[in-house]
């Protein structure tokens, strides 16, 4: 059974750091790309950062610089490092483990970001 669980949120002050992960059981995590989405009520989730099977990365335009997405396929994990985080980052972030041999995936059930004073 595929099981995917991020973790790592919190509220934080703005300017300030968070790291989340996104730790995947019961398949093959190397051979998946991953990505970060985010949601806010009544908004569309949208896309934050993408890496794929062989590293490579691709970010939301606003976000390159500030957000840092890596994996470490031996801890099936993978990460989202946040910096000079605003409150506009507030949301509920997701991990999706996406297949690009058969389109299957694999979403997590989300960890909340708050960045307030």
């Known amino acids: 059974q595929v099981q995917v669980v991020e973790s790592g949120g919190g509220v934080v002050q703005p300017g300030t750091s968070l790291r989340l992960s996104c730790t995947a059981s019961?398949?093959?995590?190397?051979?998946?790309?991953v990505e970060w989405f985010r949601q806010v009520p009544g908004k569309e989730r949208e896309l934050v950062a993408s890496?794929?099977?062989?590293?490579?990365?691709n970010y939301r335009d606003h976000m390159k610089g500030r957000f840092t997405i890596s994996r470490d396929n031996a801890k099936n994990t993978a990460y989202l490092q946040m910096n000079l985080l605003e409150p506009e980052d507030t949301a509920l972030y997701f991990c999706?483990?996406?297949?690009?041999?058969?389109?299957?995936?694999?979403w997590g059930q989300g960890t909340q970001v708050t960045v307030s004073t």
């Open positions: 999706n483990l996406h297949s690009p041999f058969d389109d299957t995936e694999y």
């Open positions: 019961g398949l093959a995590f190397g051979t998946y790309f």
């Open positions: 890496i794929t099977s062989t590293n490579k990365e």
